[in-house]
């Protein structure tokens, strides 16, 4: 069994996965938002703190599995890297006290192994990975193989849905509620502009200040602020956002084919952006694959999944090794 360890941002979450099957033995996360909340957005040092109160908790409840362990995986990059030192320096601890080899996972991989968990991978796939901290498009033909055919220019697809949230006076993280507002709104009332359009339509890239600025002067321009306005601003925010996305990856598989197409990280979870992902696949006859729910933002399952194929590869680093970082290498 691998023991994995999930910190890179404000989730902490630790997993036990059996290596022969790949089951999910325990999982549990505990996430930070509410204290984050009040802050408008995550403060690295609180969620540090949080991390060092939180992982130990849950580390108690999976004692029971110590003596199956084989080896101890943990997110090193990219994240905040007063997070991810908790869950490195907790992995490293175990590491030592129970004699077993330690696993360093990219939090991006994971984030793409979140469609196989308890089940077997099934690469070449060309996956979108929507979060808070990135927005990119991928060739993956292996976990060691991922070409990056777009990424952002700014903002993220989740921090664009965080930010206008904040605009409009809701809690961080604001997407999933900005989800549900949506649905009571109007997506046509108000003719945002989709992004990088018109001369730089040639470019392969995503953009979401502009839209989010877009939505900052349609807010400033109200008289007042009912619920059904907010709903019609999320609506309308919300179908230009996907359709920026939309109209990049149709531009992507022009020339390009595809035949499994994944779609990954906590904005995943958004069902308006999946109904159209599922559109554009019927429409170039391929597969979507989708992540359970539970398992598009962040958590330790998919770390332990990715640390399975890492175990099967060999890939052990040492203590000295294991270094974090903020950014992927
Ligand atoms: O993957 P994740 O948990 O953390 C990062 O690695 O960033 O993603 C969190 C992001 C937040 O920006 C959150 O607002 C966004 O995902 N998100 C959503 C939805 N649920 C979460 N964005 C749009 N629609 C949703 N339903
Ligand atoms: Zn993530």
């Known amino acids: 069994m691998i023991l994995s ?38 403060v690295p040092e609180l969620a540090a703190r949080l991390h060092a109160i939180t992982l ?116 961080y993280p604001a997407g999933a509620i900005i989800e549900t507002y949506a649905q009571k709104g109007d997506a046509k009332c108000f003719d945002f502009t989709i992004p990088l359009q018109g001369t730089s339509s040639s470019m392969l890239a995503f953009s979401y200040s502009g839209l989010k600025n877009q939505v900052r002067l349609c807010i400033e321009a109200q008289e007042r602020m009912d619920e059904q306005i907010l709903c019609d601003i999320c609506a309308s925010f919300q179908r230009v956002a996907v359709a920026h996305l939309m109209q990049k990856i149709k531009k992507a598989y022009q020339a390009r084919k595809v035949e499994h197409f994944g779609v990954v990280g906590g904005a995943s979870a958004n069902l308006y952006l999946r109904g159209e992902l599922e559109r554009f696949c019927a429409s170039k006859k391929a597969q979507l694959y989708t992540a359970k729910m539970a398992f598009c933002s962040d958590n330790a399952a998919m770390i332990g999944r990715c640390g399975v194929e890492a175990y099967q590869k060999g890939v052990f680093v040492s203590l000295e090794e294991l270094k974090v970082r903020s950014s992927s290498k």
Do not use: W
Request: glycine share 8%.
């Open 5 to 42: 360890i999930e910190s890179s941002c404000d989730d902490s979450s630790i997993a036990i996965t059996r290596i022969e099957d790949k089951k999910l033995l325990f999982h549990k996360k505990i996430s930070q938002d509410e204290e984050h909340a009040k802050y408008g957005g995550v």
């Open 56 to 171: 130990p908790k849950i580390l108690e409840e999976t004692q029971p599995y110590f003596e199956a362990l084989k080896a101890i995986a943990v997110t090193n990059e990219p994240g905040l890297s007063v997070s991810l030192v908790e869950g490195v320096s907790m992995a490293k601890a175990l590491s030592v006290a129970l004699h077993l080899p330690l696993l360093g996972i990219n939090h991006l991989k994971g984030h793409i192994c979140s469609l196989f968990i308890e089940e077997e991978t099934r690469f070449p796939m060309d996956v979108l990975l929507v979060s808070g901290g990135h927005t990119q498009l991928l060739h993956v033909k292996s976990l060691e193989q991922i070409e990056l055919l777009a990424t952002t220019m700014d903002d993220s697809f989740g921090e664009s849905f965080d930010k206008v949230g904040k605009m409009l006076g809701l809690p």
